[in-house]
């Protein structure tokens, strides 16, 4: 196993290579889910909008 | 006769919108699974290089995410020619929505190709022909992505960007044949289409299944982006009114 990690003494260049495209992958998969919260908190539910407006 | 029917009614966003959530967590996991078989393949079963030993095994993202970087910008570009030709509005949403997955491949190419330059050719970088054109790639991606928001009217910077994604197709096949055309430190690919391959198949398997992940993946990942979009952009119609009321009661 641990000679499995040092990769033939190249470990660090090939798990950082791994690291850094999980990385990128991970920013690429949580991005619409974030943009996705961030418009459901900008927008509320057009009723509860509309009560806000109604003048009394 | 019924082909065309069916592409069109896709184009409209809510039939799109059930569309592709309904066939997303299948690209996810589909995705994920061949990743995983892939890896176990590659970093695992595989043996190690007769002459790079262990750092070769970079090749199993390396590769995967290059093919990506040129073959989204292929699909980014023919949505970018139906936009513009049809004016299809899903197209042009779906050039915009591409352009960060793409850039994103784009960069794991260059971060993980940096990464065994170090050890193979002694450099982290080099303005060599394959090299260059592939950050070129990468700048094409950003520059679709910025000339989108550089315009006051939404649909007026949609073209624009369009226009540009098409344009920069020239330089696809700069980076595939970069290391034909020129001198190059870069090495030939290993795996062709028309004549056998120079790797061995027990190295050539992991890297198919994972090009083939990642083909899955960006799909999934395109879906995910332009079913957002789609939400942002018909805040107000009644079909994304119906469904944010459905997310807040069930």
Known sequence: MAEWFAMGGYGGYV?????????????????PWRKRRELRRRRPARPSRRSEHTPT | MKLPLWFHRLGSPP????????????????AAGLTLWGLYGGLVLAPPDYQQSDAFRII????????MSMAGYGLMA??????LVWRMKLAETMVLT????????????????????????????????RLTS????????????????AFED???????????????????????????????????????????????????????????????????????????????QHAGTDWVQALTQGDRHG
Not at chain 2, 15 to 26: D, K
């Open chain 2, 134 to 149: 592939e950050l070129v790639l990468f700048f094409l991606y950003l520059g679709v992505i910025a000339l989108a928001q």
């Open chain 2, 98 to 129: 591409a352009a960060p997955i793409g850039a994103a491949f784009t960069l794991m190419t260059l971060v993980t190709g940096s990464i065994w330059g170090r050890p193979m050719w002694g450099t982290w970088w080099d303005w060599d022909p």
């Open chain 2, 15 to 30: 039939t799109f919108y059930r569309f592709a959530g309904r066939l997303m967590p299948w690209l996810y996991v589909l």
């Open chain 2, 154 to 232: 939404r649909r007026a910077g949609a073209r624009a960007a369009c226009f540009l994604a098409l344009v920069g197709i020239v330089n696809v096949p700069i980076v595939h044949f970069a290391v034909k055309w020129w001198n190059s430190l870069h090495q030939g690919s290993t795996i062709r289409v028309f004549s056998e391959s120079t790797i061995h198949s027990s190295m050539k398997w992991p890297l198919l299944v994972l090009a083939i992940a990642a083909y899955l993946y960006f799909i999934a990942s395109w879906m995910a982006r332009t079913r957002v979009a789609l939400l942002e």
């Open chain 1, 15 to 31: 798990w950082g290579a791994y690291l850094a495209s999980f990385i990128v992958l991970a920013w690429d998969i949580v991005a």
């Open chain 2, 60 to 67: 199993y993202v390396h590769v995967p995410a290059a093919w």
């Open chain 2, 78 to 83: 023919v949505c970018a020619f139906i936009a």
